[in-house]
């Protein structure tokens, strides 16, 4: 059995792991020599696919200089200048980013932050969160607490302390006028009811990651960020999944055209060279935390938090996004999923899902992918089922052929296996 311990993985059942020796653009190369292309782009965090050289570059030149100094009583200049980069890019009023190591701990921050926004305010009843229910936040504690995927968290099921949770709309990204209010009025009662021990609303916006790649209204964004401003609660963004294109527009809040008072950020944030990840705060909510003690403060320190080669890679990736205007690469590649999908039929499908770089087949149950993943590798393609859903996230620089590979191998685990 293997020394190391890997996740979401039942090591009594000894699966198979396939051992990559080399990555370039979109393709994994293994240690037999098969080539896969990566159609997950390692977790939705490798946009520009492998081994990029003006990302490798990046980091070499910062490797030189040094590779890691701790951000207590210390700065430098690529942490600097990333903020900088951060704060001009992001929905406006967002001016502060407290940087951690990944997307978990960083929605970890933003809890804490909202928390204790309010007792240094005075207001030690407002403790609690809503978030969406089927929401995924991440693995650790408190990010449990507020998520709403019984796989990730069954085994903790009587130790977590849960808030509330509250539906998306019915109809995806266009629901009715009725489907859409039925959405806000429940959130509404919640508030209404529960606003004075309620911190925030979390969200991740637009589109549900783990939990289905569901995707719902940017109305219903704007009324939920309405709402929160309305009941003096605060509404906290996490687009570690959606941040960076993954949806057609640079974050996910542009399509409601909102401005959170906090936002997470992670994954596509370095480009999948470097674990990294930022929460970004309004000055409203960071000012709340000036005082005359530490005990004011945000006492919070990820030691590998800034880190300079992650800042350095995050800096250069963002460059090569802007000057190759990816998003363009990204409307290319939703227009052809959806021609791709826009017309197919199969009985164990319940609904196909395309929202910017991304693509997911919901089926009616989750026993008809059995087998799938070692059909995508013997297909030349690396794709993983999540429960029922099938799904493909590639890096937003793949080719066309491989593009057209993929969505092969997806109608074809469905008509001809």
Same mark, same amino acid.
């Given at each position: 059995m293997s020394?190391?311990?890997?996740?979401?993985?039942?090591h009594?059942?000894?699966?198979?792991?396939l051992k990559v020796?080399g990555?370039?653009r979109?393709?994994l190369?293994?240690? #037999?020599g098969r080539?896969?292309?990566?159609?997950?782009?390692s977790?939705?965090?490798?946009?520009?696919?492998?081994?990029?050289?003006?990302l490798?570059?990046?980091?070499?030149?910062q490797?030189e200089?040094?590779?890691?100094v701790?951000? =207590?009583g210390i700065?430098?200049?690529?942490?600097?200048?990333?903020?900088?980069?951060?704060?001009?890019?992001?929905?406006?009023?967002?001016?502060?980013?407290?940087?951690? #190591?990944?997307?978990?701990v960083?929605?970890?921050?933003?809890?804490?932050?909202?928390?204790?926004f309010?007792?240094?305010?005075?207001?030690?009843?407002?403790?609690?969160?809503i978030?969406l229910k089927?929401?995924?936040?991440?693995d650790?504690?408190?990010?449990?607490?507020?998520? #709403?995927?019984p796989d990730?968290?069954?085994?903790y099921?009587?130790?977590?302390? *849960?808030g509330?949770?509250?539906?998306?709309?019915?109809g995806?990204?266009?629901?009715?006028?009725e489907?859409?209010?039925?959405a806000?009025?429940?959130?509404?009662?919640?508030?209404?009811?529960?606003?004075k021990?309620?911190?925030?609303?979390?969200?991740?916006?637009?589109m549900? =990651?783990?939990?289905?790649? *569901?995707?719902?209204s940017p109305?219903?964004?704007k009324e939920?960020?309405?709402?929160?401003?309305?009941?003096n609660?605060?509404?906290?963004a996490?687009?570690?999944?959606?941040?960076?294109?993954?949806t =057609?527009?640079?974050?996910?809040?542009d399509?409601?055209?909102?401005?959170?008072?906090?936002m997470?950020l992670?994954?596509?944030?370095?480009?999948?060279y470097?674990?990294?990840?930022?929460?970004?705060?309004?000055s409203?909510v960071f000012?709340?935390?000036l005082?005359d003690?530490?005990?004011?403060?945000?006492?919070?320190?990820?030691?590998f938090?800034?880190?300079?080669?992650?800042c350095?890679?995050?800096? *250069?990736?963002?460059?090569?996004?802007?000057?190759?205007?990816?998003?363009e690469?990204?409307?290319?590649?939703e227009?052809v999923?959806?021609?791709a999908f826009?017309?197919?039929?199969?009985?164990n499908?319940?609904?196909?899902r395309?929202?910017?770089?991304?693509?997911v087949?919901?089926t009616?149950?989750?026993?008809?992918?059995?087998?799938? *993943?070692q059909?995508?590798?013997?297909?030349?393609?690396w794709?993983?089922p999540i429960?029922?859903y099938?799904?493909?996230?590639?890096?937003?620089?793949?080719s066309?052929?491989?593009?057209?590979q993929?969505?092969?191998g997806?109608?074809?685990w469905?008509t001809k296996v």
């Open positions: 020394n190391v311990w890997y996740p979401y993985s039942q009594q059942l000894n699966e198979p792991r020796v990555a370039e979109e393709f190369t293994l240690e #037999d080539v896969l292309i990566d159609g997950v782009s977790w939705w965090a490798a946009i520009h696919g492998y081994n990029n050289d003006e490798n570059q990046a980091m070499n030149v490797l200089k040094f590779a890691h701790m951000l =207590g700065t430098h200049e690529p942490v600097e200048q990333f903020a900088e980069k951060l704060v001009e890019i992001t929905p406006e009023g967002l001016n502060h980013v407290f940087f951690s #190591d990944s997307g978990s960083a929605v970890e921050v933003a809890l804490k932050m909202a928390v204790q309010w007792s240094n305010k005075g207001n030690f009843e407002k403790v609690k969160f978030a089927n929401s995924y936040h991440g650790t504690y408190k990010c449990m607490e507020v998520g #709403d995927d990730y968290q069954s085994s099921a009587h130790v977590l302390h *849960k509330f949770h509250t539906s998306i709309p019915q995806g990204v266009n629901p009715s006028e489907q859409l209010q039925s806000v009025e429940e959130l509404e009662r919640i508030l209404n009811s529960h606003h021990s309620i911190a925030a609303f979390i969200v991740e916006p637009l549900q =990651g783990a939990g289905g790649f *569901k995707l719902y109305r219903y964004l939920a960020r309405l709402l929160c401003t309305k009941y609660v605060l509404f906290v996490d687009e570690v999944a959606t941040g960076f294109g993954r =057609g527009k640079l974050f996910a809040c399509h409601a055209k909102i401005s959170p008072d906090i997470i992670g994954k596509a944030l370095t480009a999948g470097v674990g990294h990840a930022a929460t970004l705060a309004s409203t000012n709340a935390f005082g003690t530490y005990e004011e403060a945000l006492m919070h320190g990820p030691t938090m800034g880190n300079p080669l992650a350095a890679v995050g800096l *250069k990736s963002y460059e090569i996004f802007e000057r190759e205007n990816y998003l690469k990204v409307s290319h590649i227009q999923f959806k021609g826009s017309e197919f039929y199969h009985q499908i319940q609904e196909i395309c929202l910017g770089c991304m693509v087949i919901e009616k149950d989750a026993n008809c992918l059995k087998g799938f *993943k059909y995508a590798i013997d297909q030349g393609l794709l993983r429960g029922k099938l799904y493909a996230t590639p890096p937003y620089t793949i066309n052929k491989s593009l057209h993929i969505i092969k997806l109608k074809d469905f």
